[in-house]
DNA sequence: CATGATGCCTAGCGCTACAAGGCATAGTCC
DNA sequence: GGACTATGCCTTGTAGCGCTAGGCATCATG
């Protein structure tokens, strides 16, 4: 009947995980616990969100990962790849221009003037 | 296991109605192309969106309708009540911490400093 | 009288995030 | 040595949200 925005608020754990991950390579645990800590306990997404994530992400080739074992543990860690830049670059900028656009409608009607002509 | 935060992403259709319909009375119709239009077409939420949440608002005493009928036409016009307020005011707060959130872990490691204690 | 805009509505699906587990190893405390 | 916690990985099942894709009625337009 019309063409949407095909599920306009998801894939913000994505995000956060792309994001994160381009800093340095890192391991599920870690980023369950650098989200925590980065978002001032705001964000707390558990490892049932990120780990079918992080595998999502990899089968799509936006992640690699690698198997380190380290004081007897092991982890997996996951890096960037040039598809997963991309990715990434594609999310931020979405949820940029949608809470923009959130804010547009919260601000009231044309306050400053949004000037889209 | 733990206690998160219970789908943190939703309730931002709702956060629009309730915004939009506090400046004044609105219809179903109207909101969606109320929606369209400040968003400059950024968000397009469909009727099939619109009214469902209309609808669960007005059950939960968030909103209240009046039928009106326009040249011929019948609407039903939405007002906010008081608990409506207090919803909104509670979903935009929650919208801001969000975006803050997110904003915080994309910024990267403590840019300016959140000073949090 | 057919088509589109206005205006309301609903059933059903898909997908995301979530809860709630399981499993293994290392360290700690008694 | 046994219990408990933290670390580290994983999967299954579910719920809720938003979306698609319709239906129905009126009015104006050609």
Redo the contacts with the bound molecule.
């Keep these: ?14 995000l956060l995980i792309l994001r994160l991950v381009r800093e340095k390579e890192m ?5 369950v ?1 650098a989200i925590r800590e980065r978002s001032n306990d705001a ?7 990120i ?6 992400l990899e089968r799509d080739g936006a992640l690699s ?1 690698s198997r380190k074992t ?8 996951y890096t960037l790849t040039a598809t997963g830049v991309r990715r990434l670059d594609d999310l931020a900028g979405n949820w940029s221009r949608l809470t923009e656009a959130i804010q547009s409608v919260l601000g009231g009607p044309a306050i400053g003037g949004v000037s889209h002509a």
Tied chains: 1, 2.
């Design positions: 009947m019309a063409e949407n925005n095909s599920n306009f608020m998801s894939g913000v754990p994505e391991y599920g645990y870690e980023l616990q964000i707390a997404l558990g490892e049932g969100v780990y079918p994530v992080l595998h999502a990962s380290v004081n007897g543990r092991s982890r997996v860690y």
